[in-house]
């Protein structure tokens, strides 16, 4: 790991930091839960307009139509081009848990 600083005595790694966002992700064919990591400071939207041909996906179950998982695998990557829709799941905040 390299670390370069300037004249302000601020520091640039190699390391990007991302955080995890839990999302379920529609493809023409199949229902995946698991993480998305999103540079820190940015939305999940800026990680899906990424460039990249397929999307990394962590900690990842491919879910059947019965809801049961058909299997699971600690790292996947999804091709763009197969999304259908993508949605971050989020704990509900205290006021619609009643």
Request: zero cysteines; glycine letters at 4%; hydrophobic letters at 45%.
């Given at each position: ?11 640039y ?5 991302k955080?995890p ?43 059947g ?34």
């Open positions: 790991m390299s670390i370069e600083y300037d004249e302000k005595g601020k520091f790694t190699d390391i990007i930091t955080q966002v839990s999302v379920v992700i529609q493809t023409s064919l199949h229902l995946i839960r698991g993480f998305v990591h999103v540079r820190q400071g940015e939305r999940l939207k800026n990680e899906l307009e990424n460039d990249e041909v397929f999307l990394a996906v962590t900690n990842a179950s491919v879910v139509a019965d809801e049961k998982v058909l299997f699971a695998v600690p790292f996947m990557a999804v091709r763009r081009s197969q999304i259908v829709w993508v949605m971050p799941l989020e704990e509900k905040p205290e006021d619609m848990s009643a």
